[in-house]
């Protein structure tokens, strides 16, 4: 695990407790900083949809270095989308016959973007998990039992893909396969750019969610970044799923979310988690730079800019 943030200690855990063995990669001015007991505190929800309350001390194994003569399967990246480029310089000449698993958001092409490593090593997926350490660095947060997976070319999954899939399904995941994933990983990312920034504001993205008002404002946002979507070429119409949530009007999606959060207590916990300020600012600020390139207008999202700003 490349790193150890929420999503990969929660991965590492649960790839652990199935029999694998994990290390951690962390930076050395970090190392002792880190930590090698995290004390967990979040809900794991592969077998029940209520979710199981997992309260222990991972004893993860950490090292401030990759060795080039190392003997690992997979190596995980699940990384902020500024931070992949020094990812990809510590990597370079360290994969060895790795495969190298991508979890993560993109705005830019994700292809050149990782394309110091071996484009036939890569397998590209997104997380289905989320978590925040709190002041005592335990780790909340919520383990859900499905995972995307993608093709940047379309075609049927590699051997190294299949692979890894067959790693998380047997660790009790289920998997969806996305045919357009370079689009869909923008769909998210703009999803997220019209999203967080109301939930910064508001202190959760649950607030935001269950509320009319608020989410008619992340509407109206999305609603901008589609325009920006479409001017960079992604054909909305094969991503109709992706977006039918933020295309929901409140009457509709609120009272179906407060639902499903009393009910989940996974949903809740991911929904109650903190927002990550620098993530809600740049994302936004990066569709807001994307859209003025293109000359799409997006008052919204400037709207949106402004009030983080006040």
Do not use: C
């Not at 730079?289 to 006040?310: C, N």
């Amino acid at each position: 695990m490349f790193g150890r943030g929420s999503i990969t200690t929660i991965y590492g855990w649960a790839l652990e407790r199935r029999g694998h063995s994990v290390e951690f990669y962390v930076r050395p001015e970090r190392l002792a900083a880190a930590g090698r007991g995290v004390p967990l505190a979040f809900y794991d929800a592969r077998s029940r949809t209520r979710g199981t309350l997992v309260e222990e001390s991972y004893p993860a194994r950490l090292r401030a270095d990759i060795p080039r003569d190392h003997d690992y399967d997979l190596i995980v990246l699940s990384l902020h989308y500024d931070q992949f480029e020094e990812a990809v310089a510590v990597l370079d000449g360290h994969i060895g016959s790795a495969t190298v698993l991508v979890l993560g958001n993109f705005w830019a092409d994700p292809e050149p973007a990782m394309s110091p490593l071996p484009a036939d090593r890569l397998v590209w997926g997104f997380p289905s998990a989320g978590g925040v350490f709190d002041g005592t660095g335990t780790l909340h947060g919520a383990l859900l039992r499905s995972m995307r997976f993608g093709s940047l070319h379309g075609g049927a999954p590699t051997a190294r893909e299949r692979e890894v899939h067959a790693l998380f399904q047997s660790a009790g995941f289920s998997v969806r396969q996305s045919r357009d994933f370079r689009g869909w990983l923008w769909v998210h990312f703009a999803s997220g750019a019209a999203l967080l920034p109301s939930a910064l504001l508001a202190g959760s993205v649950g607030k935001v969610i269950t509320s009319g008002p608020q989410w008619q404002r992340v509407r109206q946002n999305m609603a901008d970044a589609e325009r920006v979507l479409t001017a960079r070429g992604v054909d909305l119409s094969a991503h109709r799923t992706s977006l039918l949530v933020t295309r929901l009007p409140g009457w509709v999606l609120v009272p179906v979310i407060r639902l499903a959060l009393r009910v989940s207590k996974p949903l809740r916990a991911v929904a109650d988690a903190g927002v990550n300020e620098h993530e809600a600012h740049s994302s936004l600020v990066a569709v807001i730079d994307e859209a003025h390139r293109l000359g799409v207008e997006v008052p919204h999202l400037e709207a949106a800019r402004r009030e983080l700003r006040a």
